[in-house]
């Protein structure tokens, strides 16, 4: 079957930084994204990778290790607008979009 | 770039009655629109996906009958929930994907705000 795991849960500091892993099976892969979603809110577009490496963008970086099925996303500077679920999802062999659980990112001051 | 509507927000509606969700893309075409639903502390769960003129292919385990969605035009999918019960109620949330989008790679869905909808 396929399958995306994320942590359920994570707890931070302002200013400082977090990595939020994903790792992931699937049948084929054509891509991995990542979504913010904020609560009672629809989910944002973070970040896309497709090739192995650090895409950066602003404070928010993704990785990808397609080797690996492995991801993260790491953020930096954190802001208390940054709490919010992070959804991993992966784009299969069919080009269907799996969803993961999500990360709840909690910031305290 | 990359907008999408939806309307209404939330609805409240009474058990039996049918109630209409619009999602439209704004400022782009959207080839292809998906309808998610989502309850609350979970993960979001694709209901169907429908393309631009054609039936729309539902998820194994969803109505199709229950969940009527039309995707008529290249800018707005209606989802209808039939007869509603109070086990309906979610955030029920669409996305779309199209031509002419900068910003994600070809294929990135990009989501409306979400409707909320209460079967009393």
């Known amino acids: 079957g396929q399958n995306i795991d994320q942590p359920t849960e994570m707890t931070a500091t302002e200013g400082a930084i977090v990595q939020i892993n994903c790792t992931y099976q699937?049948?084929?892969?054509?891509?991995l994204f990542w979504y913010q979603q904020h609560a009672g809110e629809a989910p944002t577009f973070l970040s896309y990778?497709?090739l192995d490496g650090l895409e950066e963008k602003g404070r928010f970086s993704s990785f990808l290790s397609r080797s690996k099925g492995y991801s993260y996303l790491l953020l930096k500077e954190l802001q208390m607008k940054d709490s919010a679920s992070y959804l991993c999802?992966?784009?299969?062999?069919?080009?269907?979009?799996?969803w993961g659980a999500g990360t709840k990112l909690i910031i305290k001051p | 770039g990359a907008v999408v509507s939806q309307h209404p927000s939330w609805v409240i509606c009474k058990s039996g009655t049918s109630v209409k969700i619009e999602c439209r893309s704004l400022?782009?075409?959207?080839?292809?629109m998906f309808w998610y639903r989502q309850f609350p502390k979970q993960s979001l769960m694709l209901m169907a996906t429908?393309?631009?003129?054609?039936?729309?292919?539902?998820e194994q385990g969803v109505e199709k009958d229950k969940f009527l969605i039309n995707h008529a035009s290249l800018t707005l999918s209606t989802l209808t929930v039939t007869s509603a019960h109070p086990e309906d109620s979610s955030f029920y949330i669409c996305?779309?994907?199209?031509?002419?989008?900068?910003?994600?790679?070809?294929?990135?869905?990009?989501f409306g705000p979400g409707t909320r909808l209460t079967v009393l």
């Open positions: 996305s779309a994907s199209g031509t002419g989008l900068a910003g994600g790679p070809m294929d990135t869905q990009y």
């Open positions: 400022d782009f075409q959207a080839t292809t």
């Open positions: 999802a992966v784009r299969d062999g069919n080009y269907q979009l799996i």
């Open positions: 699937t049948s084929g892969f054509n891509g």
């Open positions: 990778n497709v």
């Open positions: 429908s393309n631009e003129g054609s039936k729309a292919t539902y």
